[in-house]
Each structure stands twice: as C-alpha cells, then as structure tokens.
C-alpha cells in the first residue's frame, strides 16, 4: 500500500501517518489501525473533492459527449459510474486513479460471485431475489455494450477483451457497491451538463445522503461541515434505474475503512473542498477503526459485502447472531396461503388489488423482537371477509382493522410455517449442528449464518403466536366480553413493512 499512500499524498490528501496505519485484519482483510491513542474530534485523513472519482470528476462523459451519454442512459443508475471507472483504469499510467483502482480488490465473495449449486443454500432467504445479476448483464448488454462500440477512439477495439468485458463489469460494480460513498455538490454546484440551469437555494448544512452501501445515519458535524454517508444499497436494482446516481463517487482512503455492528468510531464529513475522516470517539493504540454502513441484517452483508456478523444477541440468549436480522413475508405467500387455488379469482384479485392502491405493504418485515406486523394482519383479515364484508370496507375506504383473534391465527401460523419450508434445510437444529463444521467452506458456511439467523426470527415468531393464542383461549375461558386483539406484551403492533422492490 505504499505506492497508494505516496499516491494518496501526491494528489492533495493528507494523512496523519502517527496515528492511522494500513494493515490486514484476520477475517475482514484490509482495515485501519490506530497507531497509537487517538482522541474525540481528530481528523485522521483529508482529500480535496478532486480526487474522490464519480461521473462529475471523470472526464469521460465529457469527451463521450452529454448527449450521447444520455441517449445510452448512461447517466440512471451504476452503468455510467461502472463505465468511468472501466475507462479510467484503462488509460495505465496516464489515468489519474491508475494507483487507487489497481489498490481495490479483484475478488469478492458475495453471492454476485457464487455457482448455482452455492446459491441453492440460500434458498429461501432474503439474499435470492435481490443479487441482481441477470439485471446487471441487461445493463451491460443493453446499455454499456452498445454505448463503447459508438465510440472506437475512446474505446479501442484491441481494448474491450481486457478492460470492458461482463466479468470486469461485475467487479467493478462490486467495488461500487461494497465501498462507494454518497458525495453531495456543494451549494451553487451544478452537474456537469446542466449549466444553464441555476442551483437550487439550499441550505449550506445540508446533510449528505445514504445511498448504495449503508443506511447509516449521520449527524451535522456542527462545524460547518457535513457528514458524508457511504452508499446503501437500500435501494435495488429497480431504484437504481431511475436515480440520478450522479453523486455515487468512490473516496480513495476512506473505503479503506471496515465496518462491523455498533463498532462505528469514525465519520467522513466534507466542507465545500475536501473530505475529512474524523473520529467520533476516543480510539485505543492497536484498535481498528471503523467507519459504517450501517446496522444490517446478516443477508444485507453478505449480498452487499461478503461477510456476516456474529455478536452476542439478547433475542438468542447470549447466543451469537446479528440482532439486526429481519426475515420478510412477501404479500404474495400471505395471498396463495389464505387463497389457495382461487388466489387468482376476480373476488381476491379485486381485493389485493385495491389494497396496493390504497398503499397497503407487499413485503412485511420482522425482525429480531418477534412482532406482528399490524399491515400483515390487516391484510389477512382482508382476504378472510366475506363478500357482504368486502364491499362494505371498500366503501368505506379503510382496511380491516388490525385485531388478532382465533378466526386469524391459525393463517398466520400456516402462513410462516410455509415460509420455514422454503429454506435449503428447514430444520433449525440440523443448520445449528452443521455451523459447527469446521470443514465448510466460508460461502455455505456464510448462507447457513444467513438462513439461520432468519429461521430464529421465525421460529420466534410462532412462539409469539402460541402465546396470544393462549391468552385469547384464557379470555373466552373466563367469559370476558372485552375485545380480544392481544398487543399487550410486544406481541403485536406497528413494524416494518415496506413496498417490495423487484
């Protein structure tokens, strides 16, 4: 790393060399060490906005020309980042970001990268659907593709086996997705293309935004500069599409910077010229320091970054585990469990269709405090009226009410038992046993983490239904005539939900 450092150093940053160092962490690679104690409020490195690479430093929209960059829809989503960066690393020597793009990795271990048979061990889990490869390909063979072959003198035919095959395609866009940060412009910027258009008053504090890489919340500095958020990957492939991603930039140095649960002792913050990496928190001589993105479930981490967390959880007793895990319940399992083989009558498709109308959830999110989500009982009361009792909510305009009783209990049940079954090995205590393997490879042994950790949440969940439904049983027992929804105890109640991104 020491070309990269001189590099670093020649180009305008500036690293305090006493108290920040380079080096290999045993299972989470390369990382930064606190050389010696460091204090609340130090800044450990600086680089000016000319050094970070997105498409607004690239000159190659430039020189491709805004028009055509545009045509080829090069300026939504990852494709024109990926292209830059492709581009960029080609030019050798003369490129600018020779040094820091030939520093990145070339290898990675999310599922992007996993075989078919690799793959079938997350089956069942939220990483499956969200990979996104074959979108991907369809970006690089719809846009990328077509976009260098316009181009001969930019992109030399002698060139693209090399530098713009769908194998470096997908690296790059790892490497974006695994280490890029959400670089706002600056009051009175405008993009590179828009020059006839006046910037926007904006506040001069505002704070930067998450975007590919963590949900990480960031508080305002305080002294007139503001914290940067590196990329979330929230947003999938669909959310991309349509985003102007102009401000997704990589940040030489500070994707250098591990992330781990609740670990976060470092915040990138920028002022209208330079970026600035400052602790937020005293840090010991020897420890790692870490920037975030974000707490994430388990199956977040390994899609995004090829690695899981296991720390101490309450939810497991001590047991090691993410406590920030979720399983989701897609709309459509509610639909086939409650509808069965008239899932697809005109009666249930006017009903579900009016509940997306009316903005009802298609995915419900549970997570490690085993509540059930209010939309997901909601929506299952919705499905169980009559026809007399449809028409009449339908008039109304609102949904059925969020009551829990022995008519919608045993469709819940039904409903995340066959959720269970989807797994690879539905049997909690068969992955238990085999996590202890010592002969696993890291991505099967990765997928059971994944799989396990969801499976908990589950199995947690129906211990919470054993229990309301006996309260319900102890209510009518005692001939009480009060209402019987059971929220008392955390065992029912407002939770994540969310529109479902394809």
């Not at 080829?72 to 050798?92: F, N, P, T």
């Not at 991309?240 to 002792?265: F, G, H, K, Q």
């Not at 405090?369 to 008039?395: C, G, H, M, N, V």
Request: charged fraction near 25%; include cysteine; aromatic fraction near 8%.
């Amino acid at each position: 790393m020491n070309d990269f450092v001189a590099w670093f150093q020649n180009n305008g940053g500036v690293l305090d060399t006493s108290m920040m160092g380079i080096t290999d962490f045993p299972g989470s690679g390369r990382g930064a060490v606190a050389l010696q104690d460091i204090p609340e409020n130090h800044t450990i490195f600086t680089l000016p906005r000319s050094l970070i690479l997105s498409t607004q430093t690239s000159t190659l929209p430039s020189v491709f020309g805004f028009e055509a960059w545009k045509k080829h829809k090069l300026h939504k989503g990852w494709v024109g980042l990926i292209l830059c960066m492709m581009w960029e690393e080609a030019q050798g020597s003369q490129g600018k970001w020779i040094t820091y793009l030939t520093s990145l990795p070339t290898q990675f271990d999310t599922p992007m990268f996993w075989s078919d048979e690799e793959l079938k061990e997350l089956q069942g889990t939220a990483v499956v659907d969200k990979i996104g490869r074959d979108e991907a390909e369809r970006d690089y063979h719809e846009k990328l593709a077509p976009a260098i072959k316009t181009r001969p003198d930019l992109f030399p035919s002698d060139q693209i086996d090399t530098w713009y095959t769908l194998h470096r395609y997908h690296i790059t866009g790892s490497r974006i997705l695994s280490r890029s940060f959400n670089v706002e412009r600056w009051e009175g910027e405008v993009e590179q293309d828009a020059e006839h258009v006046p910037a926007e008053d904006s506040n001069e504090d505002s704070q930067a935004n998450t975007s590919i890489g963590s949900a990480m919340d960031v508080d305002d500095s305080g002294d007139g500069e503001e914290a940067v958020n590196e990329e979330s990957s929230d947003k999938d492939s669909d959310d991309e599409e349509n985003e102007d991603t102009s401000d997704v930039a990589m940040v030489p140095m500070a994707d250098i910077l591990n992330a781990r649960y609740n670990s976060v002792n470092a915040k990138l913050f920028y002022e209208k010229d330079h970026l600035h990496m400052v602790t937020t928190k005293p840090i010991n001589a020897g420890e790692q320091i870490f920037n975030t993105y974000g707490d994430l479930p388990n199956s977040d981490l390994l899609r995004r970054y090829g690695h899981v967390d296991l720390v101490p959880c309450p939810h497991l007793k001590g047991a090691l585990g993410n406590p920030q895990d979720v399983v989701e319940i897609r709309a459509d399992l509610v639909v086939n469990v409650a509808c069965g083989d008239a899932s697809n009558d005109e009666t249930y498709r006017q009903r579900i269709d009016w509940w997306l109308d009316e903005g009802g959830d298609d995915v419900f999110i549970i997570d490690t405090d085993p509540i059930l989500p209010e939309a997901l009982i909601s929506l299952t009361r919705l499905l169980l009226l009559t026809q007399e009792e449809w028409e009449k909510t339908r008039e109304k305009g609102r949904p059925p009410k969020a009551k829990f009783d022995l008519q919608v209990s045993p469709l819940l049940r039904r409903i995340f038992e066959t959720r269970l079954t989807g797994y690879q090995s539905p049997d909690l205590e068969v992955d238990a046993k085999l996590i202890a393997s010592e002969s696993l490879t890291l991505n099967k042994r990765h997928a059971i983490v994944v799989r396990l950790g969801e499976k908990q949440i589950l199995t947690g969940v129906l211990d919470t239904l054993r229990h309301m439904e006996a309260a319900l049983s102890d209510v009518g027992s005692n001939g009480s005539k009060g209402k019987r929804r059971v929220v008392s105890g955390g065992t029912a109640g407002e939770t994540k939900s969310k529109k479902a991104r394809h």
